[in-house]
């Protein structure tokens, strides 16, 4: 396994429009999170999912996000008409909770640059 | 809420310089103390972390110790690299799975 990947690493769209990423996590980890992070700033937390279950959603998350993790392997973080705010790296990691804990693996994140 | 406060940055040092970026944290219970760091065009990686108050991390020459009575978890090396440039940040967790990030601090190690 090479890791949590994310595709694509960089994403240019127009404002209004939607965009969809996509996240592979390490392949035995039930638990995938997705963060935000902004130029300057550290990761602030948007949302995480144990196996297919959505638990967790922030309040960063608005109406024009959404996340799914269907059959609880990849992930999907779309975010419909899109704002200039939106510009950000959104970065998705994974982890293993249960009876052997690991900490949270990182993917190298995709770059939304909303013009 | 909890939350995690560390060093602004940047921070540039000469190789073999000492290294310390500070990290303060609050919490309502025992949360587990994390560095991570970025290297230039990567994803953030686990440096090192502690689980419990006194604890050592240590990783790479890197230490912290989880320091409940200061609420800081400070990170240290005694003698940078050239490749330890990176951006480092402080997180913590409450088992929640609701990890807290601060800010980052850039560090350039210049030979």
């Keep these: ?50 196996n297919e279950a959505q638990l967790e959603k922030s309040r960063l998350l608005s109406d024009r996000f959404s996340a799914e993790r269907p059959k609880g392997s990849f992930s999907t973080l779309e975010i419909q008409r899109t704002e200039q705010g939106d510009s950000a790296m959104y970065l998705c990691a994974s982890s293993l909770v249960g009876r052997a804990n690991t900490e949270a693996f990182f993917g190298q994140g995709t770059r939304l640059t909303v013009v | 809420g909890d939350s995690v406060t560390q060093m602004e940055g940047p921070v540039t040092l000469s190789e073999e310089a000492f290294l310390t970026i500070n990290c303060t ?48 978890f400070h990170l240290e090396k005694g003698s940078v690299q050239v490749s330890d440039s990176a951006v480092y ?23």
């Design chain 2, 89 to 111: 940040f402080c997180a913590l967790s409450d088992g929640n799975n609701d990890m807290r990030f601060g800010a980052g601090t850039r560090l350039t190690v210049k030979p």
């Design chain 2, 25 to 72: 944290y609050t919490a309502t219970g025992y949360p587990s103390l994390f560095w991570y760091v970025q290297y230039p065009g990567e994803g953030l990686q686990l440096l090192l972390k502690a689980t419990k108050a006194d604890d050592k991390g240590s990783n790479k020459g890197f230490e912290a110790t989880y320091r409940k009575e200061t609420t800081s």
């Design chain 1, 1 to 50: 396994d090479t890791g949590v990947s994310q595709d694509p690493r960089h994403k240019i769209t127009k404002r209004g429009q939607n965009v969809t990423f996509r996240c592979d996590p390490i392949s035995e980890h039930n638990r995938l999170y997705w963060y935000r992070q902004t130029l300057g700033q550290g990761p602030e937390f948007l949302t995480y999912f144990q």
